[in-house]
């Protein structure tokens, strides 16, 4: 039981702290006394105060500086050396990071209103089944930028995705690899149920994304990639914030078309052991989301629920901080009582 190690050492010098106040208290002790018999002869002072002996005093500081080092050695966190307790987890959540495609060809109208207003559409209705989970944000194109840290305050997350734009990844083009390598960045070193929903056209110009997947599955990490807008290709039309004016997106003066590239995202999804949902220009099926992919990699992180941690020896340290505090009390409350004489009626 005595061979411990601090999870939290550097904590020890708040013993000095702790020494400093009990000198201090000793200290003001000494003085009171001095100034008492000033002015009152001892025998005056048994008769008309009730103070505790030098040795009672002693005693309720000393228990009262116990108290105070338990307490700090306690915060130190003490663990029996090579020790370990398996604590069960009551609930597995998954940790879910969206990649959002945020390059103009999102802004296609062939699904009603543009392929990125229906994206973050169902990202918030997905989000709703979600309880429990933690959720992210990273939103890609020529480059990519987590807008979301993993978090469990769905609020959070919803305000973030309310201000996303086509302009929210600073760059343009499309680079899903990039996208991939920063959704991985952001989730947590330990094992756990992750997952990552991509919801792009598919208009990739990245060469790396299938090494960005490859990462992926050695991390864990499964895609559920969802492909949003027409195979046979769709314009893309901007529109001006202020006047509301549309224009179509020319290149080397034709329009612009954009493609839903499925077969690409098939290949990301497949390295990773996830799953391609060809969503085209319809809503997107959350149930099957749910019911195929989140819900699985959370049994899987259920049944490994189990942490080992270091067997912690603090709760003895509070048990006798309390004691000793308790103790410190009676002394002062006994001592404080029974030193006064009882005053004779005249």
């Given amino acids: 039981m005595f061979d411990l190690h601090f999870d939290n050492p550097d904590r020890v010098h708040f013993l ?11 200290v003001l002790e000494l003085r009171g006394r001095d ?57 597995a959540a998954a940790d879910v990071m969206f990649l959002l495609d945020t390059s103009r060809s ?32 990273v939103a890609f194109a020529g480059r990519a930028a987590q807008v979301c840290p993993l978090t469990p305050d769905h609020s959070f997350f919803r305000t973030v995705l309310t201000t996303l734009d086509t302009r929210s990844a600073g760059k343009g083009g499309t680079k899903l690899g990039e996208g991939i390598k920063v959704a991985l960045r952001g989730f947590p070193k330990e094992p756990g149920a992750k997952l990552i929903v991509l919801i792009t056209d598919g208009d990739d110009q990245d060469p790396y994304s299938e090494e960005a997947a490859k990462a992926a599955r050695d991390a864990g990490v499964k895609i559920v990639a969802v492909g949003l807008g027409s195979e046979t290709g769709s314009q893309i039309t901007l529109t001006d914030p202020q006047t509301g004016a549309k224009t179509t997106l020319m290149y080397e003066g034709a329009p612009a078309i954009s493609k839903l590239n499925g077969d690409q995202l ?53 048990l006798l901080a309390l004691l000793a ?10 001592a404080g009582t029974g030193g006064a004489e009882p005053r004779r009626a005249p």
């Fill in 16 to 26: 000095w702290l702790a020494l400093a106040i009990t000198i201090g208290l000793f």
């Fill in 35 to 91: 100034a008492l018999s000033s002015f009152l002869s001892p025998a005056m002072q048994r008769r008309l105060t009730a103070r505790a002996s030098a040795a009672a005093s002693a005693v309720r500081l000393g228990l009262l500086f116990v108290a105070m080092a338990a307490g700090i050695l306690a915060s130190m966190r003490p663990q029996a050396r090579g020790e370990h307790e398996q604590v069960p987890t009551s609930r």
């Fill in 106 to 137: 999102m802004l296609a109208e062939d699904t009603p209103p543009n392929r990125f207003a229906r994206a973050k559409v169902e990202i918030g209705q997905l989000v709703d089944r979600l309880e429990g989970h933690r959720v992210g944000i």
């Fill in 266 to 318: 098939r290949k990301v999804a497949m390295i990773t052991e996830g799953a391609y949902i060809p969503a085209g220009t319809s809503a997107i099926d959350l149930d099957a989301i749910m019911e195929s992919h989140v819900r699985p990699i959370v049994r899987e992180a259920s049944d490994a629920a189990v942490r080992r941690i270091p067997a912690e020896r603090y709760p003895w340290f509070v």
């Fill in 325 to 334: 505090l308790v103790g410190s009390l009676a002394v002062g409350a006994s």
